[in-house]
């Protein structure tokens, strides 16, 4: 006579759960870290984008002005430091060459963190 072993698959073993509670938890720990590396670069984007903007609106206040008034300036802000270098007649006579430079991160000169924008104005 044969004897027949009944298995009964009523649950789910230890084993079993520990090793999805472990897939599980790396899958979320993936997903975190993802989070984490997108929002810094939506911070950088962000400060990058404001600068260039300050950049540019210190730009376009240079091409409004009369020629004799474009002086070199600096602003600082909480978060932000403008330095706005004018060299007159470079590269030639009755030119001006106009250098923006904004820094961030911290907000001083030292900074690594920095857009730069250039243009030449002529003298009408």
Not at 41 to 47: A, E, Y
Not at 82 to 89: S, T, Y
Request: proline share 2%; glycine share 4%; net charge negative.
């Amino acid at each position: 006579m044969q004897k027949r072993f009944i298995f009964h698959n009523d649950g789910v073993t230890l084993i079993e759960n520990i090793l999805a509670i472990a897939i599980i938890a790396i899958g979320l720990f993936s997903v975190m870290s993802v989070v984490t590396i997108v929002t810094k670069g939506n911070t950088h984007s962000k400060r990058v984008t404001t600068a260039t903007t300050m950049a540019q609106d210190k730009m376009e206040y240079f091409n409004k002005v009369d020629y004799s008034d474009v002086l070199g300036t600096s602003t600082v802000t909480t978060d932000y430091y403008l330095v706005a270098v004018v060299q007159n007649d470079t590269p030639s006579a009755n030119t001006k060459t106009i250098t923006v430079n904004v820094y961030w991160d911290p907000a001083d000169a030292t900074s690594s963190h920095k857009v730069e924008l250039q243009t030449i104005l002529a003298e009408e």
